[in-house]
């Protein structure tokens, strides 16, 4: 059974930065496409960054701010934000892809304060 864990998330000011992580236990999975999603108070669930197979997608919104990164052997995925702004605060979740099926973390509050 797939199991996605997320941390690092907490409480930063603006400007700062934070680091999340996501690890996923089950097996290897490789060269599977894994990401990051998030979403505010209201608003719909949001693309943020992307891995699948080397291959790095952002949104226009954090592109140049975030970088989204994997540990193959670690079954992990990492997303460090910079530069955070207010707009960032959201509860992040990270997913992963296996054939048709979407696995979701349980998602990690980011919250920055102005």
């Known amino acids: 059974q797939v199991q996605l864990v997320e941390s690092g998330g907490g409480l930063v000011q603006a400007g700062g930065s934070l680091r999340l992580s996501c690890a996923a236990s089950g097996r290897t999975f490789g060269g599977y496409t894994m990401g990051w999603f998030r979403q505010s108070p209201g608003k719909e669930r949001e693309f943020v960054a992307r891995?699948?197979?080397?291959?790095?997608d952002y949104s226009g919104s954090v592109k140049g701010r975030f970088t989204i990164s994997r540990d193959i052997a670690k079954n992990t995925v990492y997303l460090q934000m910079n530069s955070l702004k207010p707009e960032d605060t959201a509860v992040y979740y990270c997913?992963?892809?296996?054939?048709?099926?979407?696995?979701w973390g349980q998602g990690t509050q980011v919250t920055v304060s102005s």
């Open positions: 997913y992963l892809i296996v054939g048709p099926t979407t696995y």
């Open positions: 891995w699948s197979g080397g291959r790095l």
